[in-house]
């Protein structure tokens, strides 16, 4: 009954998938995932697969982990389910705050629970605007973001994130936000050093501080590595230079780290790593490893005081805020981090094996640039090296190479995602030095095979 083909014939006739062409998903028919273990997953033709993205950014912890199923079972038994408004708490939820505050960066003694990073991000846009308003400053409503970012796709997360073809679709962004060039080296730092850029790319966000009027801005929303935009790690002065420009003006630093945060950088918290002090900072994927839907927001001692101190109901809240279950394996995918000292493993041994390992990529006659920072990696696919790196010539984007280059992963049995022609990983945080071999060995596989498809 559950064969591939009449899985995929009922998925087509019903399922309509997120960020996804269904005509042409249709044509081509739907890989069905049935089974993970570790790093590595089993679609229903049998086919092992080395996931190197885990899940979508979010299962760090790796799949089959049972503490995290008993602790779901055994929450579902006690209270599946009890919400968090009219003055009522769950003792899970109540832990996991606790929890959290223990973890966060120093000033981080509060959470707002959501269900996901796009809730968490609308949760953002109304805390920092009615701040603002405790403030007596209401005028203060506008929030400043990136292009290239995502944040989500709720109409406020949407509006966050600075993707065209997003935009392009129910007339977004929503008023008050603006956006402003990402921090991308490789394709706008030509003939400067990467700090030098670094701190040209922050100008751009004073630039726009002033022609929005200081007193207008409210907030400045970034993701300390960008993910879905193709893993673009900033140089190491952008986001101090960002913190100093913030500071300036008084206005509010979010820190978006629902892919960065719970130790993908080899920090608990990536703000850690880039020096940046965030006021707010978006959690989400890597609080529960994907297990099941939970997010929020950190919120910093200044905007705490403000909100708690001055009293007022904060008019804003969903069903699955505090979610019993959700918090209960939140709980125990953080008891398994602490335990098993992943984040430290990534900061000191894994994270810069990856690194080494990664680069050796750049020798391949396909890698014009290949970067990583803990277990973030991506690498640039090029018609033809050139001297440096800002003299590649690049393969015309209708011929869609990072497409066939995903195609040939799938077919070898490994999961790299393709944004335009860059080709990116984020793996499970658990992966061992031989796994990380095994995953390298696998790219140049099927770069190999891209390479001579395209000849
Ligand atoms: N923020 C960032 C940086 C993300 O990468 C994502 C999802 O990939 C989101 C927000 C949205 O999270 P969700 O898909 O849980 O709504």
Redesign the pocket.
């Known amino acids: 009954m559950d064969d591939t083909k009449t899985m995929q014939a009922s998925d087509h006739a019903h399922y309509l998938h997120p960020f996804t062409d269904h005509k042409a998903l249709g044509e081509r028919g739907v890989r069905v995932m049935v089974r993970g273990e570790g790093i590595y997953l089993w679609d229903s033709e049998g086919k092992k697969i080395l996931d190197g993205m885990s899940g979508?950014?979010c299962v760090n912890l790796g799949y089959g982990r049972h503490s995290i199923s008993k602790a779901v079972f055994e929450q579902m038994e006690t209270l599946p389910f009890y919400n968090s408004f009219f003055n009522t708490t769950n003792v899970p939820a109540v832990k996991l705050a606790e929890k959290l505050a223990r973890i966060a960066p120093p000033g981080f003694e509060h959470v707002f629970f959501t269900g996901?990073?796009?809730?968490?991000?609308d949760t953002n846009v109304r805390m920092v605007r009615r701040y603002w308003d405790l403030k007596g400053q209401p005028q203060r409503h506008t929030i400043i973001s990136r292009f290239n970012?995502?944040?989500?796709?709720?109409m406020a997360?949407a509006s966050l994130?600075g993707m065209e073809g997003m935009h392009a679709q129910g007339g977004l962004p929503i008023p008050g936000i603006v956006h402003i060039r990402q921090p991308n080296y490789l394709e706008a730092g030509r003939g400067m050093s990467e700090d030098e850029f670094g701190i040209e790319a922050a100008s751009w966000l004073e630039e726009k501080i002033l022609d929005v009027g200081p007193e207008k801005v409210a907030a400045f929303i970034g993701?300390p590595i960008?993910?879905?935009g193709g893993v673009v790690i900033p140089p190491s002065t952008y986001w101090p230079e960002i913190q100093r420009i913030c500071d300036k003006y008084g206005i509010l630093i979010i820190a978006?780290?629902?892919?960065?945060g719970f130790g993908r950088t080899g920090q608990m918290f990536a703000s850690e790593l880039f020096g940046i002090k965030p006021d707010l900072i978006?959690f989400?994927?890597g609080v529960t490893s994907g297990y099941i839907?939970l997010?929020g927001v950190l919120v910093g001692e200044r905007v705490a005081e403000v909100l708690i101190g001055q009293g007022g109901e904060f008019a804003h809240g969903f069903t699955y805020s505090g979610h019993p279950v959700a918090c209960a394996a939140a709980l125990e995918s953080i008891r398994i981090l602490e335990e098993e000292k992943i984040v430290q493993r990534v900061r000191e041994d894994t994270g810069p094996y990856l690194a080494q390992r990664f680069a050796t990529l750049s020798d391949h006659p396909l890698v014009g640039y290949a970067n990583s920072c803990g277990f973030v990696a991506g690498l640039n696919l090029v018609r033809r090296k050139g001297p440096t790196i800002h003299g590649h010539e690049y393969f015309d984007p209708k011929l869609e190479v990072g497409m066939v280059c995903r195609g040939y992963m799938f077919n070898n049995g490994m999961i790299m995602r393709a944004v335009g022609d860059r080709m990116i990983i984020a793996p499970p945080l658990i992966m061992t030095r031989g796994q990380i071999d095994e995953m390298v060995a696998l790219i140049r596989r099927c770069l190999d095979d891209t390479y001579a498809d395209l000849k």
């Open positions: 979508l950014w996901s990073g796009s809730e968490a991000n970012a995502y944040h989500g796709s709720t997360g994130g993701e960008q993910g879905a978006d780290e629902v892919i960065t978006t989400a994927k839907p997010g």
